[in-house]
């Protein structure tokens, strides 16, 4: 007879009473669990940002190195871009159009314009990319993504920051020209970096809502070229703001006139004008450093609200 092996018998395995609801609730809470694919509280969604500050310093230097680190100069076009484009500004409306329009220093006014506006203009693009063009990251590692559009414009922040060295020293050499009266150093010129302070949080917020509304609607992208061109032209940017107010009808004055003025953009360009310079059409005023904190911390909660709220849906639409 063959000898056939004998079978182990296995008991049976346990029978384990499915966790209700509360127990699952519970466990989650013990570890620290999270469901995915569902937006967070509010609280809990800002200590997520907090704890990870670190990832998003990387994001933003990582990105503000690599704009540049195929070109030949390297970083140093994150000087030579604004140079150059503050330069054709200069030359086109400051030297040859002559288009001072009762400004001392054309050159300083548009240059400082120019360097400011710059920072709003690439933050507000990026933005509005942060989101849409960042699909596969979204979709491989869960994080906050507000961390996207923050590191996009702290990014920008670092890019500009050298850039405003370059910028005051146009300012100063602009005063050696004949034309222009000198202009001298003065102890308003720290306050610059809580101008930039507060550009850089508007800006964080701008680019909350634009990275939102283009992940929705990603037509939306080619649009936001056209309403930057507009901002700058209606933000006094080459042109001073009164330009346009004292060029309107009289029945217009009253209602556009201080919608051109107190605009966020025309609000940072004056405080650095006004920092910066010695015009007598900008006058260091407390009133415009107060509409430029409301505008930023308003822009900022307003549009960390709005991204937060579509949290869920970034990389799924």
């Not at 500009?160 to 100063?172: F, Q, S």
């Not at 037509?219 to 703001?241: A, E, H, K, T």
């Amino acid at each position: 007879m063959d000898a056939h092996p004998e079978q182990v018998v296995r008991p049976p395995a346990p029978v384990v009473p499915p966790l209700t609801s509360s127990q699952r609730r519970a466990l989650a809470a013990e570890y620290d669990l999270t469901a995915m694919g569902v937006r967070p509280k509010l609280t809990r969604y800002v200590r997520d940002l907090i704890r990870r500050r670190a990832f998003i310093h990387v994001l933003a230097t990582s990105k503000a190195y690599a704009n540049n680190q195929n070109n030949y100069l390297g970083q140093v076009w994150a000087l030579l871009n604004p140079i150059l484009n503050a330069t054709v500004y200069v030359i086109i409306f400051g030297l040859l159009l002559d288009t001072s329009r009762g400004v001392e220093n054309a050159v300083a006014f548009i240059v400082i314009g120019v360097f400011l506006f710059r920072f709003v203009q690439q933050s507000v693009s990026g933005g509005s990319k942060s989101i849409a063009g960042k699909t596969n990251l979204i979709r491989s590692l869960h994080f906050p993504r507000a961390v996207l559009p923050i590191s996009t414009v702290l990014s920008q922040l670092a890019t500009l920051l050298p850039a405003l060295v370059a910028m005051c020293g146009i300012v100063l050499l602009s005063g050696l020209l004949p034309q222009y009266p000198v202009i001298p150093v003065t102890w308003q010129w720290l306050l610059l970096p809580c101008a930039v302070a507060l550009m850089w949080i508007f800006n964080t917020g701008i680019a909350f809502i634009v990275a939102r509304v283009v992940a929705i609607t990603p037509d939306l992208d080619n649009v936001i070229s056209f309403v930057m061109r507009f901002v700058m032209y209606g933000s006094g940017v080459i042109f001073p703001v009164t330009h346009y107010v004292d060029n309107l009808p009289g029945a217009w004055q009253s209602v556009l006139g201080p919608v051109l003025e107190y605009q966020p953009v025309a609000v940072y360009l004056y405080l650095g004008r006004s920092i910066l310079t010695e015009e007598e059409a900008f006058p260091p005023d407390p009133t415009m450093w107060a509409l430029g904190a409301g505008w930023a911390v308003l822009t900022f909660v307003l549009g960390f609200i709005v991204f937060w709220r579509g949290e869920e849906r970034y990389g799924r639409d």
